[in-house]
């Protein structure tokens, strides 16, 4: 499907030196990881998402949360990038000063040719171990799939004993400072933000938009809804990532 880009949109992006794509579960719908908020069918409909996603949640029952996640990490090694992961890929060639954040936990822009995307979230494949040294943990990949809402117990450190936990920022868990720090100066330095499937309501990441356009990048979004983000972004394409995002990059500079 071809995709005509409004006329201020293609001026921006053939402008741009510095690019910043921000992305979420959305980017990945395609590729059929499912969303959190959109999925209607599977886990996330029978179960509460932010129940199994907290430190408290996996204190009271390891094996339901490790399970949860290792079903996760093997549905993603099943899947493959999409048509939208590709041409961010392409982006990076095309504008070198492009960096991706991403708040997926998923492996996809890597696998598309992303050379170093910002995980924000952390990622399903570093688990760490729950003690003090929170020492990286060496977990076959690809591992056991428990399958949908199967348990497993979370094997133990090799160094420490204590249990390995997934690799990914909980609810009510600090970001990687490091990442975070990253994601800041790249926002408040690029010419064009494009912000791809993502609800932006999950703080502090949703601050990501709107730092760029408070310091007078173009913030462009790509969703095929509405979200809280409509109001900071000087366009809304209303598309799939697989859709849009290929039309954008077209019109990005050589
Ligand atoms: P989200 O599920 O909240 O939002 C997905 C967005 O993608 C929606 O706005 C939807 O309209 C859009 N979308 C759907 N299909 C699309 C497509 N093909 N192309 C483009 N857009 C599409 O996901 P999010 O915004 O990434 O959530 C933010 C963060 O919240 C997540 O990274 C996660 O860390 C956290 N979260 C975690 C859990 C959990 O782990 N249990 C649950 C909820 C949120």
């Not at 995307?117 to 076959?140: E, I, K, M």
């Not at 394409?237 to 039309?247: F, Y």
Request: proline share 9%; glycine share 8%.
């Amino acid at each position: 499907m071809r995709t005509e880009l409004p006329p201020a949109v293609a001026t921006a992006l053939a402008e741009a030196r510095r690019i910043v794509v921000f992305t979420g579960a959305g980017m990945s719908a395609e590729s059929g990881v499912p969303t959190f908020r959109d999925d209607l069918t599977g886990l996330w409909a029978r179960f509460d998402a932010e129940q199994l996603a907290t430190p408290e949640a996996f204190q009271a029952d390891p094996d339901l949360v490790w399970g949860w996640y290792e079903w996760r990490r093997a549905r993603v090694r099943r899947a493959a990038p999409n048509a939208g992961h590709l041409a961010v890929a392409e982006l990076e060639t095309r504008v070198p000063g492009t960096v991706v954040i991403t708040q997926n936990v998923d492996d996809l822009h890597e696998r598309a040719g992303s050379r170093a995307p910002v995980h924000l979230h952390g990622s399903l494949f570093a688990p760490r171990c729950t003690g003090a040294a929170a020492h990286p943990a060496d977990v076959p990949d690809p591992g056991a799939d428990p399958g949908e809402g199967g348990r497993l117990t979370p094997p133990g450190c090799a160094q420490c004993g204590a249990p390995v936990r997934p690799g990914v920022v909980w609810f009510g868990e600090a970001l990687p400072r490091a990442a975070l720090t990253t994601a800041i100066d790249a926002a408040s330095d690029c010419d064009v933000l494009l912000t791809v499937g993502t609800s932006g309501m999950v703080y502090p990441a949703a601050e990501i938009p709107r730092i760029a356009m408070l310091t007078g990048a173009t913030v462009i979004q790509v969703n095929p809804d509405p979200t809280p983000l409509d109001a900071v972004c000087a366009a809304n394409l209303r598309g799939t990532a697989a859709q849009v995002l290929p039309a954008l990059v077209a019109a990005a500079q050589r």
